[in-house]
Nanobody
Framework: QVQLVESGGGLVQAGDSLRLSCTNS????????MGWIRQAPGKEREFVAS????????YYSDSVKGRFTISTDNAKNTMYLQMSSLKPEDTAIYYC?????????????????WGQGTQVTVSS
């Protein structure tokens, strides 16, 4: 069973950097892909980034491309999201998610296992 636990959120200023971590405390990475989804206050969940665990690719939303980098350390069963040049509009709860879909995981509905989320707040 996949058990995802996020960490690393916090309050930062615009322009700062922050790294989120997601550890799978269940079985070793057995999903096809993992990703980050965020939800801002009053808005729907939004795809941020995803990574194919075999190493065959990464995907980013246009709003974070060039600023965020997703990566994994398979030996530690951990996924990371390095966020740079943060903006107030990046403020949201960030969820770690996993999927067995064979489609490019670029939509919220592609993910079927979720963590509890970690809050990221970017002040202007």
């Amino acid at each position: 069973q996949v058990q995802l636990v996020e960490s690393g959120g916090g309050l930062v200023q615009a322009g700062d950097s922050l790294r989120l971590s997601c550890t799978n405390s269940g079985r070793s990475f057995s999903s096809v892909a993992m990703g980050w989804i965020r939800q801002a206050p009053g808005k729907e969940r939004e795809f941020v980034a995803s990574i194919i665990l075999s190493g065959s690719g990464t995907y980013y939303s246009d709003s974070v491309k060039g600023r965020f980098t997703i990566s994994t350390d398979n030996a530690k069963n951990t996924m990371y999201l390095q966020m740079s040049s943060l903006k107030p509009e990046d403020t949201a709860i960030y969820y770690c998610a996993a999927t067995d879909t064979l489609l490019p995981p670029t939509m919220v509905r592609h993910f079927d296992s979720w963590g509890q989320g970690t809050q990221v707040t970017v002040s202007s």
